[in-house]
Each structure stands twice: as structure tokens, then as C-alpha cells.
């Protein structure tokens, strides 16, 4: 709709990415600025053998900035690869879940990306934060995702009207990202064009309720179909192949039925099925599991539901830790593996988490470790202030060897 026709992605390590729209690839440089200004120049920029990421105006960019470009040799995948791959199945469920009309690809993938870069995914080297956490240095502000979700139906005001009967119905398409503050919006009018506005409210419960909304929201519907039609080469969003849109078959993720606009308050999955869709109720995989036996410290990874004899689950799903009924296997160090409910391998996770969920281990003994003689002693390692002994917090001149 606006003119682009490729996305440039740079991506780290830390499961965060960036991705900037472009009219044409050899317009690929242009992306250095946004991303120097973005986020500051990185230590490299490691792209794959493409020309217009190694050569021409993208690399005398970059040199003049002094930032090295190394590619990679041709086949091997790079981080960013990897990105794009997760990027592109959360992609696929907004297209299929939301109705959008492919036009709007490339805003729907800037979404995407900025979603997963403020998500805390367990990646080792996330160490319990996200990505934007990571690389701005502070903690990410996610203010900008959290009110609403890509094409939600929306109110706006004109920058001069402040008359709320005046308020003009449209559909979010995510933050502006480069035009006025935190909380500016992208939105999308029944005549096909993209606005920006921070003066946005959603629907009220009785206004999606409401017969002349509804109503509304079907005349916005067929007259931006009809606009869209001349853009698409004729292809309405109604008729759409959305089988482009499909989920890739090694995508472990749950898929959503098509529907016109969220009437609910909650989007519930309790209908689903044990056995078709394992991976949504096997949370509990990978998880750790430690208790004591014979005074030394046991340690099992829980491995998956166990079956029974007829090759069906053992015990019965349900969100409640302490209903859930089901029985999972843990392998332990040894080599042996024994059977935990699901309650047990709550109580276990929650015995090693604190309060901001992070792990903790308990130590029990140091050793190998020395002091010097300018170490304190028991004596010297408490003061008296008003009456109070107060211990001196210090560990200088104790060494501990790895």
C-alpha cells in the first residue's frame, strides 16, 4: 500500500530484530541510518553473500562509520535467518487469525518483530530478559504494544477536533515508529490511506455490542475492499488465497480460525484436544526438576506426558496446576526415569524461583578457597551502631578458585 516491496532485518543473538521497509533493495543502505540512529553503530554487521549488503553504497556506509561488514560463506544461515523463520510463522497467524488483507504485509511483519524483540523467551543468552531489554541498556518500555493488537478496530480524533462525536472509526496497524511520540499509531481508513494520530481510544464493550457499530463496521469493510481492489490487481481481501498464508507444517504452534473482529473480551483455547495439539499442553517440557536422596542433590528433566497401556495420556489437562491430573516422565542424571503429576513439577519450579521468577540454587559448601591476612575476622566483621550489631557486607580479600 505504501509503496514497499522488500523488508531489511537486522537481527543479534538475543532473539532481537529491527526491520525497516524499503521501495527497492538497492535502497538498502538507507536502512544504516534508521538502525545507527535506532539503536548505535554495532561492533559488525554480518549479512549473507547478497550484493546489496556487501557492496556499493551499503558498504561505503558502513565503512565510513566505521563498522566492519563480514559474510557469511554461501549456504550457511545467519541469525537473521533465524529471525525472519520465527518472525514469519507469528506473521501467518495475525494474516489467518485477523482477516488482513496481504497489502498490508509489511507493516504486519514490523509488528511481528517488534513483538517477539520485548518477549522474554528463555533463550540462554537472554538471561531472564528480552531483547530490547538487552540492547538498549534499560528496561524495555512496552506501552506502544500492550493497549492494542495489529488490526483492531479503533476510535481516532484529528489533531484539531477535540469534539468526541467527531471520532473517525479505523484499524490500528501497529506503532508509527518514526513520526511523533511513544503512543502514535499507525492507522488504517476506510479509504485505503494510512494516518498517524496519538488521540486513540478502543471500543467500548456496548459499543462492539451495538447494532449501528456493527453495522459500521460493515460498511468500513466492503468500502475499503472496494479501494483496495484497484491496488491489489483486482484480488479483494474477501477472496484472498489465504492457502499462501499457511502454516508451515514443522510450526509446533497453534493455529487460529478465521474471524471478522474480536466481539470477545478473551480469546479461550479450552477446546483443544489432548492428543492433536501435545505441544500446547506439554508447558512443562525441559523443565527441572531436583530433589533430595540419600543427602545428595538429584536433578531430572521432564521428558513428556507418559501414556498408558492403550497408548492414550495418563491423567487429564486443565490450566489449574492443582486440578491438572496429568503424569509426566523425569530422567534423571542416572539414567533412571520416574513418573511426577503435574502438581510436583509446579512445586518444583516454584521451590527454585523467587519472586521475579528468576532460578536460584542454594550453595551448601565453598571449595578451594583462601584468605588473606587483610581479611576480617569473626571479630572485626560486625558493628555497633546505636545498640545494633550490624555485619560488615564485604567478601574482600576471600578468593574462591573455579
Known sequence: ????????????????????PLSEERNAHQSLFYLFRDVGFPSALIPDGATSLTKGEFKRVANKTQVPIYPLEPFNQSTA???????TRLYQRFMIGR??????????????????????LGHPMQNGECGATIIQGHTADISHL???????????????????????LTRRLGPSFNVGGELCYALL??????IIRSSVSPLKKEEREAEDIKQMKSEFTQELSRRLESKQGGETPDTMNYDKYSIIADDSGPSFVMYE????????????????????????ISSTVRHMEDNMEQVGITKGRKRGPDGKFIGKYNENPILDTSVYEIEFQDGRVESYFANQIVECILDESEAEANITHHI??????????????????FLRVKGKTIPKRTTKDWHIYA
Request: charged share 35%.
Open 1 to 20: 500500500m505504501e509503496g514497499n516491496t522488500c523488508l531489511v532485518i537486522y537481527a543479534t543473538r538475543l532473539q532481537w530484530a529491527k526491520a525497516y
Open 81 to 87: 535467518e533465524d529471525m525472519i523463520r520465527e518472525g
Open 99 to 120: 482477516n488482513i488483507p496481504k497489502i498490508l504485509w509489511d507493516r504486519v511483519f514490523i509488528y511481528c518483530l517488534e513483538i517477539r524483540s520485548h518477549m522474554t
Open 146 to 168: 500492550a493497549d492494542f493488537s495489529m488490526y483492531d478496530w479503533c476510535w481516532t480524533l484529528p489533531p484539531r477536533d477535540s469534539n468526541q462525536e467527531n471520532k473517525q
Open 189 to 194: 481508513t476506510a479509504k485505503a490511506q494510512v
Open 261 to 284: 473482529d474480536d466481539e470477545k473480551d478473551e480469546f479461550i483455547l479450552s477446546d483443544y484436544n489432548e492428543e492433536e495439539n501435545q505441544i500446547e499442553f506439554d508447558k512443562y
Open 364 to 381: 551448601k559448601d565453598f571449595v578451594d578457597h583462601r584468605r588473606d591476612s587483610k581479611a576480617l575476622t569473626s571479630d572485626e566483621a
